[in-house]
């Protein structure tokens, strides 16, 4: 008979998990394919990455839906069996709370190892490949945006320069003339610029942007004076300041684990908790769910669903916050994240005591 119960119960289960899983997953993929998408009008990413990105964002986007979906997943199964009065007839062959929780916790066990994988090794690369396809989006928009075959003027008009074409890929301008001016002209000499091509480079330390010249001429100083000098270069960088975007710089989210793990950065030590409470969230929301979701037959069909997702929420929004303090270093690594994965667990004992209790209570009167 346990075992009949096991399987109709894990099958209501995954059932209401996978359809929360897709509807969370395609609310979430939708917001930022609609930002993406006014990035791409705006100018800021060209419109043929797009969907690269959607791509790498739905591997980390999963393994945040994935425990809230699940436990909203318990909800609704278990729900809809409290309201059919199955679980009436099943408590009374004596199914109580401990028999419920073993084959969820065994699936829960299962999804937390595969989101720990996820979290931990597979998010950051995905994250990493993700910012980098994005960084190089933004630097071919902004190649575009420079444009070819007109006179550019960036730096409050003291670098002016002409490219006659842009390059197949649009990574590269090709046949161009720089015009460098300093402020005050007596603190340095003008200087023009021919090269056959160039393309953009940012520097890894400080994340200044540069024109790089490639097989050109410099020419510096005033025609006809003593001084006038023509220089040939195989590559000759110039520092740019394009309208727009800062550059951006490696985020947590795409530094590996094992580096976390030997850092002392309170952003890396709370990136890295934050990495190892999708998993452990898995557990302890799947123990909160089971009594949530007790309800009589007289009961609205969704008050405890409503509940269950007000939990939930104020859960997701503690533990970002408790990543913010520990990133911030204003509250001891020891404990970081990890008193907040503890306010589940301690809800769920009061509440199958309380529920005991009750029982209890009734079979005295």
């Known amino acids: 008979m346990f075992r009949v119960f096991d399987r109709y119960l894990l099958k209501e289960v995954i059932s209401g998990w996978l359809a929360?899983?897709?509807f969370l997953w395609l609310i979430l993929v939708s917001n930022r394919l609609v930002r993406y998408l006014g990035d791409a009008v705006s100018g800021d990413i060209p419109g043929n990455v797009i969907f690269k990105?959607?791509?790498?964002?739905?591997v980390w986007y999963l393994v945040h839906v994935v425990p809230f979906a699940l436990a909203l997943g318990v909800v609704l199964a278990l729900g809809r069996l409290y309201r059919d009065n199955e679980m009436t007839v099943m408590s009374a062959c004596g199914v109580g709370p401990w028999r419920i929780y073993k084959p969820l916790l065994g699936l829960g066990v299962v999804l937390a190892i595969i989101l720990a994988w996820l979290s931990l090794y597979i998010s950051p690369e995905v994250q990493g490949m993700s910012f980098?396809?994005?960084n190089l989006a933004k630097q071919q928009a902004d190649m575009t945006l420079l444009g070819a075959g007109r006179f550019n003027e960036l730096q409050n008009g003291r670098l002016t320069f002409y490219a006659e074409r842009l390059s197949a890929d649009k990574q590269k301008m090709e046949n161009l003339f720089i015009v460098l001016r300093?402020?005050?002209?007596?603190?340095?000499?003008?200087?023009?610029?021919?090269?056959?091509?160039?393309?953009?480079?940012?520097?890894?330390?400080?994340?200044?942007?540069?024109?790089?010249?490639?097989?050109?001429?410099?020419?510096?100083g005033k025609p006809g004076e003593a001084n006038y000098r023509i220089m040939k270069f195989g590559e000759y960088g110039v520092r740019i300041d394009l309208p727009g975007h800062p550059e951006e710089q490696e985020r947590q989210e795409s530094i590996p684990s094992a580096a976390l793990l030997g850092s002392s950065d309170p952003k890396d030590v709370a990136e890295l908790q934050w990495r190892l409470a999708m998993p452990v969230s898995v557990i302890v929301l799947l123990l909160l769910a089971v009594p949530l979701c007790k309800s009589s037959p007289r009961q609205g069909r969704y008050g405890r669903l409503v509940v269950a997702i007000l939990l939930f929420v104020v859960y997701y929004n503690l533990l970002a916050t408790?990543?913010?303090w520990v990133g911030e270093g204003a509250g001891p690594a020891a404990i970081g994240?990890?008193?907040?994965?503890?306010?589940?667990?301690?809800?769920?004992?009061?509440?199958?005591?309380?529920?005991?209790?009750?029982?209890?209570?009734?079979?005295?009167?």
Not at 53 to 58: C, E, F, P, S, V
């Open 20 to 22: 929360v899983t897709l």
């Open 53 to 58: 990105l959607i791509a790498l964002k739905m």
């Open 132 to 134: 980098k396809l994005e």
């Open 182 to 220: 300093s402020i005050k002209e007596q603190e340095k000499l003008p200087q023009l610029l021919t090269a056959r091509s160039a393309y953009r480079k940012v520097d890894a330390g400080t994340g200044d942007s540069f024109l790089v010249l490639v097989e050109g001429y410099r020419y510096e």
């Open 322 to 324: 408790a990543k913010y």
């Open 337 to 365: 994240l990890w008193w907040v994965p503890v306010l589940p667990v301690l809800l769920t004992i009061v509440l199958l005591n309380s529920e005991h209790l009750r029982c209890l209570f009734r079979s005295r009167q």
